[in-house]
């Protein structure tokens, strides 16, 4: 079982040196997973293929401006967090970056605390905004509009306010079970006339629209007197 939700997230700068030393200090944390480019246009191929959950980009790319790279990414409809990184300081430059789509900009040299604060806030804050997708399974969980989508586009399946709140909430969790009280008083806050037997027809109802056996869930697993989500 896997135990932790990782962030994938794309860095992108033509320094390898530096580079790498940011994705290896990230994965200490052991809540993210990088990938590398060191050019905008491998970026763009990346990008376009692969699904991130935030983007780290440097301003000076060797192809193309890093507020270029920005821009194309916007474009391309990619709606994760963009942090910039720039050796400029000035209010003007950071004002182009915004401009370009970017969330959050951050002046070389920094400290990795500082990195690992800004990129945690804005994936907070994008987990809530409507552009948010998770992986989950085979599907593409879109919490803001309530839909999974296969991945191939071809599919989609509406779900219920409450049933997507379930999704979120166990997805958070990262792989580890969430108990039935819990999930309870988190989605219907304590509510005397709601009992374990309410969480668990949605949990059925949720996995009859998921799950290619619902006898037998691989996505929503029951783990003790709780849920656990595998993905």
């Known amino acids: 079982m896997n135990q932790n939700k990782y962030s994938h997230i794309l860095l992108v700068d033509d320094d390898e040196e530096l580079r790498s030393s940011i994705s290896d200090q990230l994965e200490i944390y052991d809540e993210f997973t990088t990938e590398q480019s060191g050019t905008a246009s491998e970026a763009l191929g990346r990008i376009r ?3 991130y959950d935030a983007l780290i980009l440097d301003v000076g790319l060797p192809d193309i401006d890093g507020r270029e790279l920005c821009r194309l990414a916007r474009q391309a409809g990619i709606g994760a967090p963009i942090i ?27 400290r990795l605390n500082v990195l690992v604060a800004r990129l945690r806030a804005q994936l ?8 948010a997708v998770f992986s989950i399974g085979a599907y593409s969980f879109r919490p803001a509009t ?4 296969t991945q191939e586009g071809q599919n989609k399946i509406r779900l219920t306010e409450k049933e997507a709140q379930i999704l979120r ?4 969790a990262g792989g580890k079970p969430i108990d039935r009280e819990t999930l ?3 989605i ?24 290619t056996n619902p006898e037998q869930p691989r996505i929503i697993v029951t783990e003790g007197d709780g849920y656990c989500l595998l993905c």
């Open 169 to 172: 909430h166990l997805y958070r």
């Open 84 to 110: 910039m990184l720039t050796a400029m300081d000035s209010d003007a430059d950071t004002v182009l970056g915004l401009d370009a789509g970017a969330n959050d900009y951050i002046t070389k040299p920094f």
């Open 146 to 149: 309530k839909l999974l989508v």
């Open 49 to 51: 293929s692969n699904h």
């Open 124 to 131: 907070r804050q994008h987990e809530q905004s409507v552009d």
């Open 188 to 211: 219907w806050a304590y509510k005397p006339e709601v009992t374990t037997h309410t969480l668990e027809t949605h949990i059925y109802r949720l996995r009859q629209k998921i799950e």
């Open 184 to 186: 309870l008083a988190e």
